[in-house]
């Protein structure tokens, strides 16, 4: 019996600079929280070793402080740790794998540097590894598993960080190419994937592990890890997903045309809360429809109470300015305000529109104070 833990896309270092403020800070920190939660799942399952199928690192010029805390962060699983450059962190002729054998590398780490089989240490298995010396390229640098030799009787294992044409509903950051049926050709027993960030079974030998803690608000099922076993070479493998993401990360869309202001709050809670704990929460929310004076100044107060709320908000707001009667009224129609916030209306439907909805919104917002 083999046991592994296949992960990938991990991508240590990243920045989540259009994540403002606080939250892209957190977002840093738990790249390595969930390695920490990989390395105590991995000894508390007790695998063989944990394979990562490339984009350990964000890019070659991470911070040696961050080389550091990953090293850190690995010392809670004392197995093999089988690592592969991927596009991101490619195996340049200077990369930060480099630095990091410089650094002196712990004995249980071992990064696939070159296309040549790796005695997986401890086991009867042998790792084939496809590493990327380029960021990108047109070939497919899993060929060569096909005529690698091992040992007969031992388990074959693939290691590789690509895309697979046709499988994919998007594919992936990088263009390298992998065959569709590489385990088959390559009479693997498991074709450990990285680079598509969500967790996807391409066949009963090949899988994607996507990336651990979730980067972006996709449909993928990302966030999981894969507990793979395999009782003997030749067996089908029996693959488990493994949640260990901690943040969550949505699209949603809201119209508000035809809602109460006073009901704008519970709009956004009861679309919020159906989507989990909000401290975990990231969101890009849409907001479409019209609303009047009144109600923008009911949705502004709303959404300042979820941003305070929520890890990140993002707003994509195309709702429409539509002041009624009664607001036009308020404001003295025949007065120089009131043929102000007319055309003003006016021009709020037209090229520019955001500067002049903005202006009426500030008009409103004065003509409040002056009332209260």
Known sequence: MLKLLHTADWQIGAPFSHIAGDAGAVLRDERFAVVRRIAALATAREVDAV?????VFDSNL???????????????????????PGNHDAALPESVWHRLARLGAPANLHVAMEPLPLALPGT????????L???????DLSAWMDSASTPEGIFRLGLAHGSIEGYLPDQGEATNPIAADRAERARLDYLALGDWHGTRSIDARTHYAGTPEPDRPKDNDSGNVLLTQIERPGALPLVERVAVGRHRWYRRTLNLTAAEPSAFNDLLGALIGDLGPVETLLLWLRLEGS??????????????????????????D???????ESELARLDEGSLLGRTAARLRDLAAGPQGDT????????????AKGEA
Request: charge should be negative; glycine fraction near 6%.
């Open 291 to 316: 609303v009047d004076l009144d109600g923008r100044a009911a949705l502004d107060v709303a959404l300042d109470r979820w941003q305070g709320r929520l890890r990140h908000l993002q707003l994509d």
């Open 62 to 84: 991470v911070e040696m402080r961050t080389i550091y805390r990953l090293l850190d962060a690995l010392e809670g699983y004392r197995g093999p740790w089988v690592m592969l």
């Open 318 to 324: 195309a709702t429409r300015l539509a002041p009624s």
């Open 356 to 367: 002049a909805t903005l202006a009426l919104r500030l008009l409103w917002q004065e003509q």
């Open 133 to 139: 010396t380029t960021r990108h390229t047109l070939d």
């Open 51 to 55: 394979l990562v199928a490339g984009d």
């Open 124 to 131: 009867q298995a042998v790792i084939l590894p496809a590493p």
